[in-house]
């Protein structure tokens, strides 16, 4: 049995702790301590980008986090998006320009959106492509995903 270790942090504006092992991905944690599952498990390598949210700002790949490194940080996750049921601009574009069908990849593409568009607010569609260049998707074709990015503009 591993010691647990105890843990702050902030989520989608709310104080959260609790007593982790220090394996425990922040992905994890999210997910199956704090019932935050709109960040989605897809390779667990980081190489998908499913899981994808802010930590202190920065869009990370929770599955290659453990918990632990969280101490302390501010984090957003996609559900820090919506405003009651009063979706994001970004999330209305996504359902506008038809930029999910399966779902599955749309938590992390609207979190690496949101910084993109935090740091770039009317990127081209090459900076874009760029941006979004390491979340997969294997539904949309990407088009419909550059259109609604770029039409949200600034957050």
Same mark, same amino acid.
């Given at each position: @049995?591993?010691?647990?270790?105890?843990?702050? @942090?902030?989520? &989608?504006?709310?104080?959260?702790?609790?007593?982790?092992?220090?394996?425990?991905?922040?992905?994890?944690?999210?997910?199956?301590?704090?019932?935050?599952?709109?960040?989605?498990? *897809?390779?667990?390598? *980081?190489?998908?980008?499913?899981?994808?949210?802010?930590?202190?700002?920065?869009?990370?790949?929770?599955?290659?986090?453990?918990?632990?490194?969280?101490?302390?940080?501010?984090?957003?996750?996609?559900?820090?998006?919506?405003?009651?049921?009063?979706?994001?601009?970004?999330?209305?574009?996504?359902?506008? &320009?038809?930029?999910?069908?399966?779902?599955?990849?749309?938590?992390?593409?609207? @979190?690496?959106?949101?910084?993109?568009?935090?740091?770039?607010?009317?990127?081209?569609?090459?900076?874009?492509?760029?941006? !979004?260049?390491? &979340?997969?998707?294997?539904?949309?074709?990407?088009?419909? !995903?550059?259109?609604?990015?770029?039409?949200?503009?600034?957050?």
């Amino acid at each position: @049995m591993m010691p647990l270790i105890e843990i702050r @942090m902030t989520v &989608n504006g709310r104080e959260y702790g609790g007593r982790v092992e220090s394996r425990l991905t922040l992905a994890d944690f999210l997910r199956n301590e704090l019932n935050l599952t709109g960040t989605h498990l *897809g390779c667990e390598h *980081g190489v998908c980008g499913a899981c994808t949210i802010l930590v202190d700002g920065e869009a990370v790949r929770s599955c290659l986090l453990l918990a632990v490194q969280a101490d302390g940080a501010t984090l957003m996750t996609v559900e820090g998006l919506a405003d009651g049921d009063e979706l994001h601009p970004l999330q209305a574009a996504f359902q506008e &320009n038809h930029a999910l069908q399966c779902g599955f990849c749309t938590p992390g593409f609207l @979190m690496t959106a949101y910084a993109l568009l935090r740091d770039n607010p009317n990127p081209s569609e090459s900076e874009v492509r760029q941006g !979004i260049g390491g &979340n997969i998707c294997r539904c949309t074709g990407y088009a419909p !995903i550059i259109r609604a990015i770029q039409q949200t503009g600034t957050v």
